[in-house]
Nanobody, 121 residues
């Protein structure tokens, strides 16, 4: 099982940008997902990025604003967030799985501890 540590969260204002990082003990053969969870809500899918660095799926709520990249040599995956909105406020998690990407959190066995992103208007 791979260990994951997110970082880069913080408090920003509407329209700002942030880059989150997900450092992994290894990224070898792992496909990655980004998810988020707001208080009182279920964990929701944000986007997925495969081993080759292609974003395979993006939630409609972040399409055109969020992208992902990865540096397999550094065992790090990034979530690039632009034009942030108050509704983006959540704890953001990265997750890893083998055998392809997926939207449902239940398909991922390895999770980080999350990093808080707060967007104020």
């Amino acid at each position: 099982q791979v260990q994951l540590v997110e970082s880069g969260g913080g408090s920003v204002q509407t329209g700002d940008s942030l880059r989150l990082s997900c450092a992994a003990s290894t990224l070898s053969d792992y496909h990655m997902g980004w998810f988020r969870q707001s208080p009182g809500k279920e964990r929701e899918f944000v986007l997925t990025i495969n081993w080759d660095g292609d974003m395979t799926d993006v939630a409609d709520s972040v399409k055109g604003r969020f992208t992902a990249s990865r540096d397999n040599a550094k065992n790090t995956v990034y979530l690039h967030m632009t034009n942030l909105r108050p509704e983006d406020t959540a704890i953001y998690y990265c997750a890893a799985k083998r055998g392809g990407t997926a939207r449902a959190p239940k398909n991922y066995r390895s999770w980080g501890q999350g990093t808080q992103v707060t967007v104020s208007s």
